[in-house]
Nanobody, 125 residues
Framework: QVQLVESGGGSVQTGGSLRLSCAASSRRSCMAWFRQAPGKERERVAT????????YYANSVKGRFTISEDAAKSGVYLQMNDLKPDDTAMYYC?????????????????????WGQGTQVTVSS
């Protein structure tokens, strides 16, 4: 069983930065960050295919967020810059989408086998 543990969430003001971490119990070839705000569906924020280091992003975060693998290859980071109130949500790490790690297939939350418990990000105006 793969375990994913997120950390790094918190409260910041608009324009601030946070870095989320997801520690995995073993290296995964495809990892993603999702977020879910109250009353909204879970949204894919970023995906990383760790074998080729190819990343995909939601349009709403392109140019502001960066997903990367940690140096020990035991998880991923999500660097979030220029944060906005609309970024407020619970952020979840996920791994191993059953349909593969393409840009389209990695969008579907229900296809991921493993999930972390989430970390809260709150951005105030």
């Amino acid at each position: 069983q793969v375990q994913l543990v997120e950390s790094g969430g918190g409260s910041v003001q608009t324009g601030g930065s946070l870095r989320l971490s997801c520690a995995a119990s073993s290296r995964r070839s495809c990892m993603a960050w999702f977020r879910q705000a109250p009353g909204k569906e879970r949204e894919r924020v970023a995906t990383l295919y760790t074998i080729t280091n190819v990343a995909y992003y939601a349009n709403s975060v392109k140019g502001r967020f960066t997903i990367s693998e940690d140096a020990a290859k035991s998880g991923v980071y999500l660097q979030m810059n220029d944060l906005k109130p609309d970024d407020t949500a619970m952020y979840y790490c996920a791994a191993d989408p059953t349909l593969g790690c393409s840009s389209r297939n990695s969008l579907v939350a229900t296809e991921y086998k493993y999930w972390g418990q989430g970390t809260q990000v709150t951005v105030s105006s």
